[in-house]
């Protein structure tokens, strides 16, 4: 797994008690800051800085401080041609108990969420399957639509797609435009991309009217919209997970955005060396 290298734009906003930075040879940390939007609480002001020569995080900093509450969204862009087979998979058999599973990393890690919601984005090749190269979800408030959540990736089917790379970037896109929540005092918006191949570069000319209107027209765009402070996204509040090959895109994203984690799979693959419990982990590691 790599993070972001470029120094200039640092892949982690600092917590509120930022721990000593590890020597370069320290194997990357994947493990985010708690949500750092609004006050933080008197116990995070109060406590000594953490060092890196602690034998373990101190785990009642990471606790929500009494009285505040916490809402996450989480929009998986999910590549949904016919390779993927074995992670769509994956995530049909636990959809129903996805919201247990995060809740009980969460609770292992200290952290405690108020409001969970999820929506996903399948995506496959606009240039070879037209209208069929997209299935996009409302998002669904964990437990309650957890019924609703299952049903929608229990209707993906793993088809289509036309040459090596697909429309993984105009996914991102519209993950980034996504109607995020404005409730909770401190919020997390994390998106999970799931794909074996490259990404295509935006193209607008082979999108629908109504997708092209939300899709920047180039990679430069696109990233400026990942980076707007004034954007959908909070800039302190969101997180970008990729379990993708190296490669055109998905590289090009890792080595310059902030707040991003690649995994690196194998091209063609279908992530079927991803494991379920890989997934929950690294969901519960952004919050």
Request: glycine share 8%; charged share 20%.
């Amino acid at each position: 797994m790599s993070e972001n290298p470029n120094p200039a734009s640092a892949a982690t906003p600092p917590p509120e008690t930022a721990p000593t930075e590890p020597p370069a040879s320290s194997p990357p940390n994947t493990e985010w800051p708690v949500m750092e939007e609004g006050a933080p609480s008197e116990a995070a002001a109060s406590s000594p800085p953490a060092s890196d020569t602690s034998p373990a995080v101190d785990q009642s900093r990471l606790a929500a401080p009494r009285g505040l509450t916490y809402a996450v969204d989480i929009v998986f862009c999910i590549d949904a041609t016919g390779s993927m087979t074995p992670i769509i998979d994956q995530v049909k058999a636990n959809a129903l108990r996805f919201y247990d599973d995060v809740q009980s990393n969460l609770t292992a890690k200290g952290k405690n969420v108020d409001q969970l919601r999820v929506r996903v984005i399948g995506f496959r090749d606009f240039a070879a399957d037209g209208a069929a190269a997209l299935d996009e979800s409302p998002f669904f408030t964990l437990p309650d639509e957890r019924t609703d959540f299952s049903a929608f990736v229990n209707g993906l089917v793993a088809e289509g797609g036309g040459d090596a790379t697909e429309s993984g970037l105009e996914a991102v896109a519209l993950a980034i435009d996504s109607p995020w929540t404005t409730t909770g005092d401190r919020r997390r918006q994390v998106i999970v991309v799931w794909t074996d191949q490259p990404a295509q570069p935006l193209n607008p000319s082979v999108l629908p009217p109504d997708i092209a209107s939300r899709v920047p027209l180039d990679f430069s765009a696109l990233t400026d919209a990942w980076e707007d402070e004034q954007g959908r996204m909070g800039s302190s509040s969101k997180r970008l997970i990729l379990f993708a090959p190296d490669g055109p895109g998905w590289s090009d994203i890792s080595g310059v955005w902030e707040n991003v984690v690649h995994h690196p799979s194998q091209a063609g693959g279908g992530l079927s060396e991803v494991d379920y419990g890989t997934i929950v982990d690294s969901i519960g590691n952004s919050v």
